[in-house]
T-cell receptor, first 109, second 115 residues
């Protein structure tokens, strides 16, 4: 089955800096790659997703890139703000979402 | 349009008791997924259900755990004879799409504590 690895597990940045989180997946049949943000005590919320027929997608300060050959995808957050502090999960899917282990992002003012 | 509703939000059980977690999907969604999240860990897939059907239960422990999604009413995740290791947050998600996965909409979770 699918296996998703995510790095780093923790990431601390200064407000205004960029943050990058990377994931790799094992099943070449996976075709949907969402990113979720989870705040303390809450459920995960989708922030951006990408499908396998696209290499890059951007939504304001957030972008995701996908390299199907290498089987890895990344989340890029630019101009980080304190409210970006949360745990971020990547996931990959053929028929069900398999999640990475999460990255705790802390943005210091 | 109400989101995915889970209850109870917090549940405390003693070892050996039963826990029942309920999930009402978003309006118009007929696909429900259950995930378990241990403290400081990621979300582990447990089971995928459609109305009256279990589609994929490959992530469910073989014993003590069961799930259903009846024609009427919420989806239920049932844990019998709970043990301390069952303490976790259990998240339900729903989707309107059949087959190929699209966006999953998550509830706020049910946090089970086993004493």
């Amino acid at each position: 089955g699918e296996n998703v690895e995510q790095h780093p597990s923790t990431l601390s940045v200064q407000e205004g800096d960029s943050a990058v989180i990377k994931c790799t997946y094992s099943d070449s049949a996976s075709n949907y790659f969402p990113w979720y943000k989870q705040e303390l005590g809450k459920g995960p919320q989708l922030i951006i997703d990408i499908r396998s027929n696209v290499g890059e997608k951007k939504d304001q300060r957030i972008a995701v890139t996908l390299n199907k050959t290498a089987k890895h995808f990344s989340l890029h957050i630019t101009e980080t703000q304190p409210e970006d502090s949360a745990v971020y999960f990547c996931a990959a899917s053929v028929d069900k979402l398999i999640f990475g282990t999460g990255t705790r992002l802390q943005v210091f003012p | 349009n109400a989101g995915v509703m889970q209850n109870p939000r917090h549940l405390v059980r003693r070892r050996g008791q039963e826990a029942r977690l309920r999930c009402s999907p978003m309006k118009g969604h007929s696909h429900v997924y259950w995930y378990r999240q241990l403290p400081e860990e990621g979300l582990k897939f447990m089971v995928y259900l459609q109305k009256e059907n279990i589609i994929d239960e490959s992530g469910m422990p073989k014993e003590r755990f069961s799930a259903e999604f009846p024609k009427e009413g919420p989806s239920i995740l049932r844990i019998q004879q709970v043990v301390r290791g069952d303490s976790a947050a259990y998240f339900c998600a729903s989707s309107p799409l059949e087959g190929d996965t699209g966006e999953l909409f998550f509830g706020e979770g049910s946090r089970l504590t086993v004493l």
